[in-house]
């Protein structure tokens, strides 16, 4: 456990995540973007412009750092050199969150380039507590673990997903960072209740909250099969489900994703305009 | 579990694992397959993004079905997607559906080159006058260090007129003959730029460490004035020794 600043130390403001090609827009005019959140892997080059432009960013804006290649969820220990790199970015920015996902990205040295998921067992529960342990000894803080979008179950899963979260929480002193479309999309695929969910979350350890959009899709039988892919505005019954968490949670650091088909700034902005009404209307 | 998962993640030939499940019990089917589609295409983007000539030169379809065969045969060893690709001229000189285009590895070549350099550490030029302003006897003792986002890449294909015809509108018709091309960041910007006749034996041997005397007999022909004047203009040059 840590005896540290809590994981978050976000403002309860909308935060987008940084696309190179806005640089200029928030430079010149960032509101209502309260902060932003970049990929740790895009930062761990040697220098050139994505360095400076960072450089350049921290000095203005609170920063999450958002890492999509720990594999914290994978059987395999964690890997050293990219752990290392991670210590590296984070000593030098120290942004105001650390985030990484319950998922697994790496298996014999390929990196597989998606957040792949997990069985929710006693053994993977051990499992990643150990690698969350590493992390937080390896950054000297505490991070925060992001719920998955998923697209099928494991026969030899035992534990719900949210039990399994929170227990990890437990027992690593690690916060959680909520992404209430990652709720929407994972329930769809398990045809359970997205709202039964977000009521059963833990929200006093969220940190930080995520907004994307997601493709729809159907199974061979024919069922909805919702599709994590930051490629498109936020869908209204994402927005209703992150009404409902503020309200019941209080204003949290919310984050409008959006990583492919990526819009201009307005239409980005517009998403984080819209976060920031429903978080002016309840006390922080 | 990952053994089996990422194994039929990477070959569509294999069965999807067992004990995958949709909602009540039923296989997972098509649901497997999203993670299948995610990483296929999510890594033909990465090489795409990083090969946008090679692309240009063997069209956008072939090239994706290309990238197929690539990401199956080296998926990237590392998370950062930056360097992943380093792999692909040494693939394209062997993969026979491109032999008729000798010249695309080292295409690939150039344009690792050109991601390289852009991620490469920042490195303060020095003034071009600390070179220019010396006495003209001084020069063949001299020594350099180079800019960490200098590359070379020598080609015996026109491999920079090639990547001009197909980045730049109304760029000349790439004549044959070999091209030694050198990549120059003088801010943030990377770009290639063709050496005088000679010049890669020249700047290989300089950026091993040898004297300006010792690098032109590498190529004695070469056009040193013209070689300098291009790598002092691009801040090629961090720091300059004089001989004992």
Redesign the interface.
């Known amino acids: 456990m840590f005896d540290l600043p809590a994981p978050s130390q976000l403002p309860a403001y909308p935060g987008v995540g940084y696309k190179p090609q806005h640089f200029s827009n928030i430079i010149d005019r960032p509101d209502p973007v309260g902060w932003l959140e970049i990929h740790a892997e895009n930062y761990m080059g040697d220098g050139g412009r994505p360095i400076a432009q960072l450089r350049a960013l921290a000095a203005r804006f609170p920063l999450s750092v958002h890492g999509v290649g720990l594999s914290i969820g994978g059987e395999a220990p964690l890997d050293r050199d990219h752990l290392d790199r991670l210590k590296h970015l984070v000593g030098w920015l120290n942004p105001a969150a650390f985030s990484e996902h319950l998922a697994w990205s790496t298996h014999d040295g390929a990196f597989l380039n998606d957040l792949l998921p997990l069985p929710y067992t006693q053994a993977t529960l051990r499992r990643v507590a150990d690698h969350v342990d590493q992390v937080q000894e390896a950054l000297g803080r505490p991070m925060l673990l992001e719920n998955p979008a998923t697209y099928l179950e494991f026969a030899e899963t035992e534990m719900d997903e949210i039990a399994f979260l929170s227990e990890i929480a437990r027992r690593t002193g690690c916060g959680l960072l909520f992404d209430v479309n990652n709720v929407f999309v994972a329930c769809t695929n398990r045809q359970e209740d997205p709202i039964a969910y977000v009521d059963r979350f833990p929200l006093d350890l969220v940190g930080e909250i995520h907004l994307g959009g997601h493709d729809t899709d159907r199974d061979d039988a024919g069922l909805p099969l919702l599709i994590d892919s930051h490629g498109c505005a936020v869908a209204d019954p994402v927005w209703a489900l992150y009404a409902r968490v503020i309200a019941r949670g209080g204003a949290k650091p919310t984050l409008i994703e959006w990583d492919n088909e990526v819009p201009d700034w307005p239409v980005l902005a517009a998403e984080a305009t819209r976060a920031g009404r429903i978080l002016a209307a309840v006390p922080a | ?3 089996r ?2 194994r039929a ?2 070959d569509p030939g294999q069965d999807r694992p067992a ?14 397959d ?2 299948r589609n ?2 296929a295409v ?2 033909t983007e ?1 090489l795409g993004q990083g090969f946008p000539v090679v692309k240009r030169l063997v069209g956008a379809e072939f090239f994706d079905a290309m990238a197929g065969i690539f990401l199956r045969a080296h ?8 360097h992943y690709g380093g792999g692909m001229p040494a693939f394209l000189e062997t993969f026979p559906p491109v032999a008729h285009l000798p010249y695309l590895p080292d295409m690939a070549r150039l344009e690792l080159a050109l991601r390289q ?6 490195a303060a030029p020095v003034d071009p006058a600390r070179v220019t302003a010396l006495p003209p006897e001084r020069l063949p003792g001299l020594r350099f260090r180079f800019a ?2 200098l590359r070379l890449i020598p080609s015996a294909h026109p491999v920079h007129a090639i990547w001009r015809a197909n980045t730049e509108a109304g760029a000349p018709r790439p004549e044959p003959g070999g091209q030694d091309v050198v990549v120059l ?1 003088p801010g ?2 990377p770009a290639p730029h063709p050496l005088p006749p000679g010049g890669g034996a020249v700047l290989a041997a300089l950026m091993a460490g040898a004297t300006v005397a010792v690098a032109c007999d590498a190529a004695p022909d070469c056009d040193i004035a013209a070689l300098f004047s291009l790598l002092l203009s691009g801040g090629a040059i961090t720091e300059v020794e004089a001989s004992p």
């Not at chain 2, 004990?19 to 098509?30: E, H, V």
């Not at chain 2, 998926?75 to 930056?82: G, K, T, V």
């Not at chain 2, 350099?117 to 920042?122: N, P």
């Open positions: 579990m990952n053994a998962f990422a993640l990477l004990g995958l499940t949709g909602p009540g019990g039923a296989p997972a089917g098509r649901r497997f999203v993670y995610n990483v999510s890594l990465a998926p990237p060893q590392s998370p950062l997607l930056m350099s852009y991620h490469a550490a920042d960490p986002a960041r943030f910007d």
